[in-house]
């Protein structure tokens, strides 16, 4: 990405990267803070078996679709009014949430809070390349903001449950509302002014991309609920994959495209997308069934079951934290191969699992392989993403890594839930039936996982050696 970066203080930088940081992580918290909250949601609002489902899909429907849009606005509008805007909605839909008195409620504050995730995400990553010069401190801000999408996740499930059981399912959205406050009242004074891009909206484009990557969650949820032959799954399917296809001719002769496909050009910035969606893939099926095994098979509560993904966070925060020295010393790309291959080995283990398994050999072991991987994915996958993005698609990138951050667990989910559901034999049920079907679906997770190492091995890692050998013929030309 050109560097356009603003000379500023070393004050103000940390300012944005907190202001930034955090509100990402209030995001990512609530994409998973819903799995242990969510049965003591369920007792309490009286939800049916469709309700409850939708609580957490209504989410990841509306995030994941408005995410290109969102990205679009923070460049035609500003990504700093942009940003606010949307941490106002986020806070005010968690807040709803939280005081919701039925389950239809509940899922209409749930999509809002939708609407303000697809704006934060894309445009929080936008602002750390407009306010880092490249190098060093962007490089450290990116290393930073991965680590949060992995931290995020796991940390959620912690929170989720401990406030769940100390005071109420409530809490975990109502955490929200003091952070959001927060944030916005920082934002006006530390964030950078951005100068919109003159123009209008691709209104084709945005229709298109909103309906089209609506349309493949929607299809993967249902196929999660049905299968993937119900009817309506295939009538979205194809749907979707008909407004992609209208997005993608569109995009090709739009003035000021919401999806510039120019974006694709870079072997680099296209293995970061399909790497992540295929890792997302795996990791959304990781964190659901193994919440599952250890409350139905292992006998967790809510709160243990939390606690249980402890040994994934804590090694998984240290070796994000380390990252950026990592990569300095071994390459990013090199780095980002090793962290996908260690996790497919941990999650190949964690796979084994069985009615005969126990927490600390079967379940905690694997977690500190994956927990180690994942800290070395996230910041290399997410520099791939952005890779070599003028200033003018800052917006545009960062929407694309966010989109296939998304499609990745709702594709992920809705393919693991019917591997498992599929393992499971017809005389097997009660525990036995949710330790095959866990299996199952873990193993399929190591395959997606596999194929997202061959994506990083073949797409970026050659790439990075090209630009390493380039830089010292260029010095020396240049000397």
């Known amino acids: 990405m050109t560097d356009a970066a603003p000379r500023m203080t070393s ?51 509306v995030f994941g679709g408005l995410l290109l849009l969102g990205a679009r606005a923070s460049d035609i509008l500003g990504r700093k009014p942009v940003f606010i805007g949307g941490l106002i909605v986020f806070s005010v839909a968690s807040l709803l949430v939280g005081m919701a008195p039925t389950g239809g409620a509940a899922i209409a504050a749930r999509a809002l809070q939708g609407i303000g995730a697809a704006i934060v995400a894309p445009s929080s990553l936008s602002l750390i390349t407009a306010s880092f010069p490249a190098g060093h401190e962007r490089n450290r801000a990116v290393a930073l903001y991965g680590a949060t999408a992995g931290i995020g996740a796991s940390l959620g499930l912690v929170v989720g449950g401990l406030l769940a059981s100390a005071f109420s399912w409530r809490a975990g959205f109502y955490v929200n509302v003091p952070i959001g406050i927060v944030m916005i009242l920082m934002a006006p004074r530390f964030l950078p002014a951005s100068h919109p891009v003159r123009g209008r909206f691709d209104v084709v484009g945005a229709i298109a991309a909103t309906l ?86 292992l006998g967790f ?27 300095r010393r071994v390459g990013e790309a090199p780095a980002l191969v090793a962290g996908v291959a260690v996790t497919m080995v941990g999650m190949l283990w964690l796979s084994r699992i069985g009615v005969d398994s126990t927490y600390v050999t079967d379940v905690a072991l694997p977690m500190v392989l994956i927990g180690a991987g994942q800290g070395l994915v996230f910041a290399p996958l997410t520099s791939a993403g952005i890779h070599g993005a003028s200033e003018a698609d800052a917006g545009a990138a960062s929407g694309l890594v966010n989109t296939f951050h998304q499609l990745g667990m709702a594709l992920g989910l809705g393919i693991l839930v019917v591997v498992g559901s599929h393992a499971v034999g017809a005389g097997v049920s009660g525990v036995e039936a949710v330790a095959v079907g866990a299996s199952a679906s873990l193993a399929a997770g190591t395959a997606l996982l596999l194929a997202s190492l061959v994506v990083c091995a073949a797409l970026i890692l050659p790439a990075a050696r090209r630009e390493a050998t380039d830089v010292p013929a260029t010095a020396s030309v240049a000397d």
């Open 11 to 61: 004050g103000r930088k940390t300012a944005i990267l907190v202001i930034v940081l955090a509100s990402y992580f209030m995001i990512l918290l609530d994409n998973s803070v819903i799995f242990t909250a969510l049965p003591s949601m369920e007792a309490d609002l009286g939800l049916t078996v469709g309700q409850t489902a939708w609580v957490q899909d209504a989410y990841t429907l």
């Open 212 to 297: 089209g990557v609506g349309a493949l969650v929607f299809a993967t949820i249902h196929a999660a609920e049905a299968s993937w032959g119900a009817p309506l799954t295939i009538g979205s399917l194809v749907g979707g994959l008909a407004l992609i296809a209208l997005l993608v001719w569109n995009e090709a002769r739009a003035a000021q495209p919401i999806m510039p496909l120019r974006l694709f050009d870079d072997r680099v910035r296209v293995g970061g997308y399909v790497g992540r969606l295929l890792f997302m893939g795996a990791m959304i099926g990781f964190f659901f069934f193994t919440t599952q095994f250890m409350q139905d098979v």
């Open 301 to 327: 509560t809510p709160l243990q079951a939390g606690l249980g993904f402890l040994p994934m966070t804590a090694v998984n925060f240290a070796v994000a934290l380390a990252s950026p020295r990592i990569a």
